[in-house]
Every structure is written in structure tokens, then in C-alpha cells.
């Protein structure tokens, strides 16, 4: 079975330029997860996607958006870019996070790194 | 590859003796912890897992054990091999659709 795949693999903005970041979830995994990973603040949660809903979201500005399509596929998009944007950004999926008190595992693809000039 | 963390604890250890990865969790209410791997320039490979009623859990060279009292989780690694290096990270879920991460260890196996 495929595993998580990210797309594109590196990317490189410049300041005020959006972008948009694509995760396509191991087969049969209806929850994608995106996460922004930088060395000063490790790994930090943006949204959770399951059957095109987002259910929960982290501290990010709003310029972080993001939106999953009826193939369980997802997008993020960051607009009005900042060099602090600069980051990996990972995408994970699970079958489901959580669904009848029992906690699924996630798997994580290979990420995306943005640099921002 | 990418810099995972600059400022991370980082544990060196002789190749072949065991090593010994710690994290305290921040959720006395969490339910399932999960260790993961990340080596320069990949994402995170799930390692093992483990349910709050468990105390321990064994792979294939892995062991996690769980100590809720003190909201303690430790990821051991049996005769360490170079290819173990990487960065090590667990990750909490208190039954929410987020997982919180702990901020990584990083793993030097020595020659």
C-alpha cells in the first residue's frame, strides 16, 4: 500500500506570494492532518480535514487555509507569505483520529519544505 | 537535508549498548501515545504505539513504557545501530482530532 505522498517536494516564495501545498492520503484514510515543523517550534498542529470538514484547527493566522476534496486528497494554501512561513510542512493521514473511544495512529508523508525569500 | 531542530536534547550512545529516550507528556487525560522517527530530510515514521490501560509494549527491538502517574513515556532501543540515528519524537492524543508532539530528541549513535 502507497503511503502518504506530498507534493511538491521543495518550493521556494518570495515574501507577499501565496502558495498552495498538496497531500494525497494512504488509501482508505479519510483524516488528513497538516502540521508545520521549524527548529524553534518543532512540530505545531494547523487543521484537521475528515470528509471535507475541517474539525479542529491550531493557532495559526488565517492566512493558513486549507480544504479537502470527496477523494479524501487535501490542500493548504498560505497567502500573503512571511519568511517566518519558512518550515516543513507535513501532511499525516489516519483511517480516522478518533471514532468509538478508540484513538487511531497516523503516518506522516516526506513533507513539503518552503523556503520564503 | 533539513535541519529538524537546533536546539534539541540530543543522546549519544555506543553502538550496540541500549538506549533510553524520554518524554513527559502534558495531558493527564491523554489516551494513546505514539513514538515516532524522523530522519534528516524525511517525515516522521511511526515507530510504536501504546493505549493509556497498557504500561508497556514491545517491537522488534523497541520497547515503550508508559507511566501515567508521573505523565512519563520512554521509548527504549535495543543494541543501537547507526541506523537508528535520527530524531525522535512521541506524540499525545487526549481522544481530540490532534495529535500534540513533544519537542524531539536526537538520537547520535557512535561508532
Known amino acids: 500500500k502507497a503511503g502518504v505522498t506530498q507534493t511538491p517536494r521543495y518550493l521556494i516564495k518570495t515574501r507577499g506570494q501565496q502558495v498552495t501545498l498538496s497531500c494525497s492520503p494512504i488509501s482508505g484514510h479519510r483524516s488528513v492532518s497538516w502540521y508545520q515543523q521549524t527548529p524553534g517550534q518543532g512540530l505545531q498542529f494547523l487543521f484537521e480535514?475528515?470528509?471535507?470538514?475541517?474539525?479542529n484547527k491550531g493557532n495559526f493566522p488565517g492566512r493558513f487555509s486549507g480544504r479537502q476534496f470527496s477523494n479524501s486528497r487535501s490542500e493548504m494554501n498560505v497567502s500573503t507569505l512571511e519568511l517566518g512561513d519558512s518550515a516543513l510542512y507535513l501532511c499525516?493521514?489516519?483511517?480516522?483520529?478518533?471514532?468509538?473511544?478508540?484513538?487511531?495512529?497516523?503516518?506522516f508523508g516526506p513533507g513539503t519544505r518552503l523556503t520564503v525569500l | 537535508g533539513e535541519s529538524v531542530g537546533l536546539h534539541l536534547p540530543t543522546l549519544s550512545v555506543q553502538e550496540g549498548d541500549n538506549s533510553i529516550i524520554n518524554c513527559a507528556y502534558s495531558?493527564?487525560?491523554?489516551?494513546?501515545f505514539i513514538w515516532y522517527k524522523q530522519e534528516s530530510g524525511k517525515g516522521p515514521q511511526f515507530i510504536i504505539d501504546?493505549?493509556?490501560?497498557?504500561d508497556k509494549r514491545q517491537g522488534q527491538r523497541v520497547t515503550v513504557l508508559l507511566n501515567k502517574t508521573v505523565k512519563h513515556l520512554s521509548l527504549q532501543i535495543a543494541a543501537t545501530q547507526p541506523g537508528d540515528s535520527a530524531v525522535y519524537f512521541c506524540?499525545?492524543?487526549?481522544?481530540?482530532?490532534?495529535?500534540?508532539f513533544g519537542t524531539g530528541t536526537r538520537l547520535k549513535v557512535l561508532a
Open positions: 495531558n493527564s487525560a491523554s489516551d494513546y
Open positions: 501504546i493505549r493509556s490501560n497498557m
Open positions: 506524540a499525545e492524543n487526549t481522544g481530540t482530532y490532534k495529535y500534540i
Open positions: 480535514y475528515f470528509s471535507e470538514t475541517q474539525r
Open positions: 499525516a493521514s489516519s483511517l480516522e483520529v478518533v471514532a468509538g473511544g478508540l484513538i487511531y495512529e497516523q503516518f
